[in-house]
Structure formats: structure tokens, C-alpha cells
């Protein structure tokens, strides 16, 4: 039997208005759909289910404050990701680059610490952690520009040594990272003025705003700056910026360099933050991982990073308190994280495509009944 | 009765300087003095405790282990406990807590080591909650070591430590290896080079050679807990240097595989899975959680939180020693069967005197027992292990 439809993608020339903050909204609301459909099948009541996530995850002292807690980092991981995506450049590797921002980040506080005030060390320590993040980019992002070898692979596999390179400094004896006082395996604390104060008795630390002015800063190099629009013409068309003159090489070592940075600093807000110290569980955490969630939700638009970071930190937030507030397993809301991804990313084809359904009319059709 | 219950000042002042429990502080009591209920009728209404899991309660290994545990309580206490399960450690497993005590949970038992730091926190805000940090040590939350409190004396008074003698089992476990060992060539797959494993591998070493006194035990790190992967590759390593019997403290039961594949033998650890590699299985170290976690849920609804830093042994039921695979004789049960009531009866200790280091270097003096600070912080090989401390 034929299908007497026929489903059309039609390329919009430019994407409406409307859609750009529709379409990542009606993803949100999908996936909770979608996650309301497992809940009933299992017996859980999803308003009820969602009452709790929105109330633990926003709504409470706790909530909101541990959300932008997450969000520090999430939106770091976000834009290091959107950054290079909306270049066309698939960074997956934010994880290790992070991690590197520890160690960079750590490598400051204690090797620098005692020489400096809080006002200069605090900076330094970020800058060491933005520093590592690029450093472990950079190959890939040479190989990228000069032979066009896949930043997708060399970006990820890099974050497996990474992970490896946690562990070596934490678990060898004697090694500069690790506290020398125990046998025990501890990451080594950097110096007081390497550390901040968290506000009152939340777990929220002033690089949060940190976090915030960098996002806003890149929004407005990207579209106020010659940099930005060399980005946006070899996005649209490397042949274009070609013939316009525009070095396509440099600028993606360039971008990548930001983004393994924007990851670096994730992990040295880390360091300045809540850890003080190389924290070897940060590698079951997979906070660069989200980063990428956090920048498909945001459609790699820099300016919407900082609503859908502090979205997405609710969500984890508010998840981890359900299996506490009520007895619905943990899986439901990691179900619900990937849920997001996976619509953010359908939705995409809404916001770029003209999706249309319309009759099919040939005359074959009428001649063949089923 | 046995010293379980050591003070926290002689332990940090001690494994954070290297040096032994000096002065009166020192010597270990019992100081929770718990008034355990044992009238049936008891009132536990009153008590709401809840577990916090790095994993999930069916992994078959370290979370399954504290999962017997705290049904063996639900039962013997008629309550129920509530359970959170793959917690993140670090801010994220704080806030986990913190919300288990604002929900009212007044005894919380978090059973990872990176949990304690959080965990303290939350303690901290909480003085009318009882947390229970497994496999913790307090003088980690100082400054020295690393962790946030100025002395050890600011760490919060709610937050108690509890862990166990592992290495005796172990001991047990390497004589059932030596004996099984034609070559006296055994392996061991261990996760990383820190006090809790290395001692596991020196007890188990001198397991095996209080019955082959020439065996050898060469070690290859993994450097992870979970990685069925890399232990495979770390067990087939070993299997082709010429190891019989492989031994592990790994959470998969990769390494039983691999030598069950072989034809080699295979000593596990955490639970008793035998029927995972029936051929290969001699025996395993296990943990049974339960007496703890009832006697301290009596305690805490009786009004006394147990701070103490347990430390658990065969004595206590803590550490035990799982089934016997056929290829284990009648006569090496025997063996296994007398060295395990001498463990208990405190005649007789794994590293009871003399054993010298990798380098021939006497570490522990003929007839001499270690002190429990010197075994916390083990960071030598005995002599026949082959490999380095330092992973």
C-alpha cells in the first residue's frame, strides 16, 4: 500500500523569529512529555513527579542556589561548545579539557599561592586553568586546520588521556598535585588566597558572575566584532570567506583555542570554588559532557547559553532530589536529561526546515488499491 | 573484648604524622557506651535512616554488599530505610544529603570514601542528624590532610567512620591460593596503589606463603574500581607471565573470567559469586555490613550516635570469608578453618611479626603485632610481591 502523504523539508532561508525561542521551549516541554508517558507506565504520578523537580530544583533556597551552582560550570562547558559548533567545529572534548583546567588551575594555586593576594590570585588561577583547556586543544585544533583531521575524534580520545592524567597526579605517591601529608590519595589544597568564599550558606560562589560576563562578552564578539563576523562568513560558507580573504586556518585555531579555554576556566571554577583542590571523582561527574546538551538546547546561540545552562542545572538539580523528596528512581531523571538532548536536537530540523505534509496526487497511487 | 572503637586524636595525630599513638589519648576504648535496646517492642518510630549508594544495590559487588546490610536491618528493626542510589560525590552528593536531613533522616550512612568530605558539611548544619561515613577517616577532614577543618577536634561530632579488617580475610584467602598454586606464581589485579589495597595484597601474600613460602604475587594496577576491560587485560597480562591463581580487589568479576578461561584459579572479593566461574572459584573476602548497621540504628534511636571510628574484623562478623570452590581441599578448609578462630580469638594476626618489606628490610619484628595506625597507612610491599607500591 502507498501512503497517500508525502512528508516535505523545505530549507528556510531564515529561520523566524519566533521559532528561535519556540522550538528549544517546545523541546523542553516534549521530553517532559515524553518522560510523563515512562512515569504513568511505571506508576508515578508526573505532575506530582514534576512538582518536586521544579520545587527542588528552583523554588527552594537550596535549589536555586545549587542550580546556579551547576550553572557556573554548565555554562562554561555550554559555550565552549557553542562557541566552536556554531562554527562548525565539533569540540566534544570539553571534558578533558576541563579537566586540564583543573590541573592548570590547581598547578596555580599551590605552586603561586603564597606569593599573591586573593584579588590578583584568583585571576591567575582561572587564567593557568583557561591556559591548560587550550593547550590540550591544541593539537587537534592544528591538525584540524592544516590536514582537516577530524576534530571530533581527536577532541574525545584526548579526553580519555585527560581522565588518565587525573588519576596519575592523584594516585602517585609524591606526585606535586597530591597531598603529601597522607598515605591516603588526596588532591593537594592550593593556598587560602587561591580560594573563595561561597555565599551564606549556599554552595554558590561569585564565579558565577564570572560566568555570566564571559558569556555575555563572547555574545558581543561574535556579533559586533570583525573576529565574529570572520566566524559567522566561514560558518555560512568557507568558500565565501575564501574569496573574501578571510584566513579560515587561523581563525579555527583560534576558535578552537577559546573553546578548549572555556573548558579550562570550568574546571578552574572548580579550583577557586567548592574543591579547592584536584578532586579526582570530577571524572564520573561528566560536567563537559552536559556542556554539549547545554549548547544544543541553546541552539549554539551564545546569548541564550546562560537560560538554557541554568535550565538544564534545575533539571539535574531537581532530578538527583526526586529519588530524596519521593521514590522515584534516579534513572527517571538522567531519562530525562537525554530526553532533552535527543528533542533539542529534533527540533532543530523544525527551526531549519519548513516541515510540511501534503497529498501525493500521482495517478499511480489511485490505481493500486492495497 | 576487642579494641574496635579507636580515638580519633591518636589516629590522626598519628597516620597524618607517621608516627605511633603516643600518650593516654591514645589507647583504644569503646566510648559510644550505645545503650543497644534489645526489648522487642522497642520504639523505633522515632529513627528515620536512609543509605546513600555510589552505584546501584544489584551491581553484585561493593553496593550489593551494603544492600544485605540494610535489608538485614529493615528486618531486625522493622523500619524502612530509604535509599538513594548513584550519588554523585563532590557538591552534588552534598545536596543530596543535605535533603535527606532537611527531610528529617536522622541517621545517614554514605558508603563511599569521597563522600566524606560533603558529608561533613552536612553534618555540620545537621547536629541533630547521625551520619556514618564507610570506609572514612576523620583526620582526612583536617587541614593537613587536605580537607577543610583547622584540627581534628572541629571535625563535626555527628559524624561517625566505620570500615573493617579486610586483611584478614584476605590472609585466609592467600592461603586457599597458595595451596591451590602448583607454581607458586599468583597475580593480582588491584585497583590503585592506596593503604586499603596494598595491605589487602601484603595479607594475602603472606596467606600464601604460611603455606608455600617461596610464592610470588606480581601485581598490576588498573588504576579503576569498575572496568571489566582493563581488569581482563590486567588478568590476562598476568596470566601470561605464568600466574595460576589470580587474585583481585576490583568490582567485576572480569579477573574470574579470565582465568576461568585459562584453567587458572581465582580468588574474588566484596560478594560471594562462585557460580560467576564455578571451575576457577577458591574462595573471596567479603563484608557483611548488617551487625553495624543494626547496632548503630539501635544506638542512634536509643539517643547515642556512634562516632567512634569503627574498624570491624572477622571477631565482629564484619569481614568474612565467602564458600569454598571445589578445588579448595578438605585439608586446606582445615587449615583455613583453625587460622580463622586464632584470627578471632586474637592469637593470631595477618601481620603478626616477622615481615620484612620488598626490600628485605624488617618492617614488623618477630613475635610483634602492628599497631592499627600502621596498618591504615600501609604504603610497602611484603617481600615476594612483585610490582611497586607506587602503582
Known sequence: ?370 | MRKNHIKGFALATAAVFGLLACGGSSSSTDTTAAPVTTDAAADYSMLKAAVVYIGVPDDKGWTYQHEQGIVALEAELGIEVKRVENVPEGDEGEAIMEGLAAEGYNLIFATSFGYGAPMARVAAKHPEGCFEWATGAKFLLTKDAGGEYATFGDVPANLGTYFGAAEEARYLSGIAAGAASPTGKLGYVAAFPIPEVIRGINAFTLGAQSVNPDATVQVSWTKTWFGPDTEKESAESLLAAGADVLAMHQDTTATGLAADAKGAKWVGYNSDVAEAAPNAWLTAPTWNWAPYYIQTAKAVAGGTCPTDEYYGSMADGMVTLASFGTSVDADTQALIAEKAAAIIDGSFAPFQGPVTDQDGKEVVAAGAKPELLDLLGMSYFVKGVIGSPKG
Not at chain 1, 523542553?28 to 504520578?45: P, Q, R
Not at chain 1, 583546567?101 to 586553568?129: K, S, Y
Not at chain 1, 547559553?305 to 538527583?320: A, D, E, H, T, Y
Open chain 1, 1 to 370: 500500500m502507498r501512503i497517500p502523504f508525502r512528508v516535505v523539508f523545505e530549507q528556510r532561508g531564515e529561520t523566524p523569529r519566533r521559532l528561535s525561542f519556540l522550538v528549544p521551549l517546545a523541546s523542553v516541554f516534549a521530553a517532559l512529555f515524553f518522560g510523563a508517558l515512562f512515569l504513568l507506565a511505571t506508576g508515578y504520578s508526573p505532575i506530582g513527579t514534576y512538582t518536586n523537580m521544579f520545587r527542588d530544583g528552583f523554588a527552594s533556597f537550596n535549589g536555586i542556589t545549587d542550580t546556579l551552582a551547576l550553572s557556573t560550570v554548565l555554562i562554561c562547558t555550554g559555550i565552549s561548545a557553542a562557541f566552536a559548533f556554531q562554527m562548525n567545529l565539533y569540540n566534544i572534548g570539553g571534558e578533558g579539557q576541563l579537566y586540564l583546567g583543573l590541573i592548570g588551575g590547581a598547578w596555580a594555586g599551590i605552586a603561586l599561592g603564597d606569593h599573591l593576594p586573593t584579588l590578583i590570585m584568583v585571576p591567575v588561577v582561572l587564567l593557568c586553568g583557561a591556559l591548560a583547556g587550550a593547550a590540550w586543544i591544541f593539537v587537534p585544533a592544528f591538525v584540524r586546520s592544516r590536514l582537516g583531521t577530524s576534530e571530533i575524534v581527536s577532541t574525545l580520545l584526548l579526553t580519555y588521556i585527560a581522565a588518565s592524567l587525573i588519576k596519575h597526579v592523584i594516585y602517585t605517591p609524591g606526585s606535586f598535585f597530591r597531598n603529601p601529608n597522607t598515605s591516603f590519595p588526596q588532591g593537594r589544597m592550593v593556598a587560602d588566597s587561591a580560594s573563595l568564599e561561597s555565599f551564606g550558606s549556599s554552595r554558590l560562589y561569585p564565579t558565577f558572575f564570572v560566568a555570566l560576563i564571559i558569556a555575555g562578552a563572547l555574545y558581543w564578539v561574535v556579533k559586533r566584532t570583525e573576529f565574529g563576523y570572520r566566524i559567522n562568513v566561514i560558518s555560512d560558507s568557507p568558500r565565501a570567506a575564501h574569496y573574501a580573504g578571510i584566513n579560515a586556518r587561523r581563525t579555527t585555531v583560534w576558535v578552537m583555542l577559546i573553546s578548549g579555554a572555556l573548558s579550562g576556566l570550568a574546571g578552574a571554577m572548580l579550583i577557586v570554588g567548592p574543591y579547592g583542590k584536584i578532586e579526582p571523582s570530577i571524572i564520573t561527574l561528566g560536567y563537559g559532557y552536559a556542556g554539549i546538551v547545554v549548547a544544543a538546547l541553546a541552539r549554539n546561540n551564545l546569548g541564550l547559553i546562560i537560560v538554557s545552562g541554568i535550565l538544564f542545572s534545575g533539571l539535574r538539580v531537581g532530578g538527583n532530589n526526586l529519588q530524596v523528596t519521593t521514590d522515584t528512581p534516579i534513572h527517571i531523571g538522567v531519562m530525562l536529561q537525554g530526553a532533552i538532548l535527543l528533542f533539542a536536537l529534533g527540533g532543530e530540523a523544525f527551526r531549519r526546515y519548513h516541515i510540511h505534509v501534503v497529498r501525493t496526487h500521482d495517478a499511480s497511487s489511485k490505481k493500486a488499491p492495497a
